[in-house]
């Protein structure tokens, strides 16, 4: 079974940055490709960053490119998102997510139901 657990959420001021992690345990952790999405409230969850196995192709969402960087390093089991330049809208609930799909291409990324196992969440809060 496939564990994913965040850290690094807090709250921080429009502006500044945050650092996400996620460890992984119970699977092969460089067979999957990973991926960040977030929720906000009372919105849809949605994608944020992907990247895949062996961390040469990244995938941005079109609000979040040129501030969120995603990379992974797979002798520790980790992926992490550095949040740069982060602004109120990007407050949410911010997920890592692994899959083991064919994860060709941006628009495999983007789709929540290609996502197989789900951390817990961490809390990014942006104050204005």
């Known amino acids: 079974q496939v564990q994913l657990v965040e850290s690094g959420g807090g709250l921080v001021q429009a502006g500044g940055s945050l650092r996400l992690s996620c460890a992984g345990s119970?699977?092969?952790?460089?067979?999957?490709?990973m991926g960040w999405l977030r929720q906000a409230p009372g919105k849809e969850r949605e994608f944020v960053a992907g990247?895949?196995?062996?961390?040469?192709?990244?995938y941005y969402s079109d609000s979040v490119k040129g501030r969120f960087t995603i990379s992974r390093r797979n002798a520790e089991n980790t992926v992490y998102l550095q949040m740069n330049g982060l602004k109120p809208e990007d407050t949410a609930v911010y997920y890592c997510?692994?899959?083991?799909?064919?994860?060709?291409?941006?628009?495999?990324?983007?789709?929540?139901?290609?996502?197989?196992?789900w951390g817990q969440g961490t809390q990014v809060t942006v104050s204005s």
């Open positions: 990247i895949s196995r062996n961390g040469e192709n990244t």
């Open positions: 997510a692994a899959g083991s799909g064919s994860a060709y291409g941006s628009r495999w990324y983007r789709r929540i139901a290609n996502w197989d196992y």
């Open positions: 119970g699977g092969t952790f460089s067979s999957f490709a």
